[in-house]
């Protein structure tokens, strides 16, 4: 049973004008490590829209996108366990520097699901994996994503990308509901 969340049961966990001034830092970060490299960023659909065409505003190299939809979560609030492929469809990422760009690390099996799937079909000259956040306490796999903007805990948060049955993914901010 799905109960409707309204914007005034939403608390800010994280305001927009700090999302901004962190993923700044991190588009520095990344234009330091690829020094100028080409870069093959890989959004994940569609939780990590936002912050991929904010961080990717700061990027300097040379930079082809691209978006995969995959799905783990049902409507409701907790994870499903199973990840599945909806849509993946890649160019030739083989010698390729490859960013993976994800909303949450949550229980990891995205990301797990995701980092095997590069493995499985190229043999990338680099491949990292950022993530807007990082739920460090409910992870259920040993993946840490290579960069991330910031730690939450064991809370629902919607916005900035991220929803709740397909809904507040337009919110500047992050947002938290407490359940
Ligand atoms: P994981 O596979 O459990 O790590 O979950 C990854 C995916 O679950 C994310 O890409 C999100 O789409 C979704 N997710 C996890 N936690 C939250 C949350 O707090 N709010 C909204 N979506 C979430
Ligand atoms: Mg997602």
Redesign the pocket.
């Known amino acids: 049973m799905i109960k409707m969340i309204t914007e005034s049961d939403l608390k800010v966990l994280i305001p927009e004008d700090e999302l901004q001034h962190r993923i700044k830092l991190l588009g520095e970060e990344l234009n330091k490590f690829y020094n100028g490299e080409e870069l093959y960023v890989i959004s994940?659909l569609k939780?990590?829209v936002m912050f991929t065409v904010d961080l990717v505003k700061h990027l300097k190299m040379p930079l082809n996108m691209n978006f995969i939809r995959l799905s783990?979560?049902g409507s409701g609030?907790t994870?499903t366990?199973k990840?599945n492929a909806v849509d993946i469809s890649l160019p030739d990422l083989n010698d390729k520097n490859v960013l993976i760009v994800?909303?949450?690390?949550?229980?990891?099996?995205?990301?797990k699901?995701l980092i095997d799937f590069m493995h499985l079909n190229f043999k990338t000259k680099t491949l990292k994996f950022c993530s807007l956040l990082d739920?460090k306490e409910?992870r259920?796999t040993e993946i840490q994503p290579d960069y991330h903007c910031f730690e939450i805990g064991n809370?629902?948060?919607?916005g900035y990308g991220?929803?709740?049955d397909g809904f507040y993914r337009n919110l500047p901010y992050i947002g938290y509901v407490e359940v």
């Open positions: 994940v939780g990590s783990s979560y609030f994870s366990g990840v994800e909303d949450i690390i949550d229980t990891g099996l995205t990301a699901f739920k409910t259920k809370q629902f948060v919607v991220l929803d709740y």
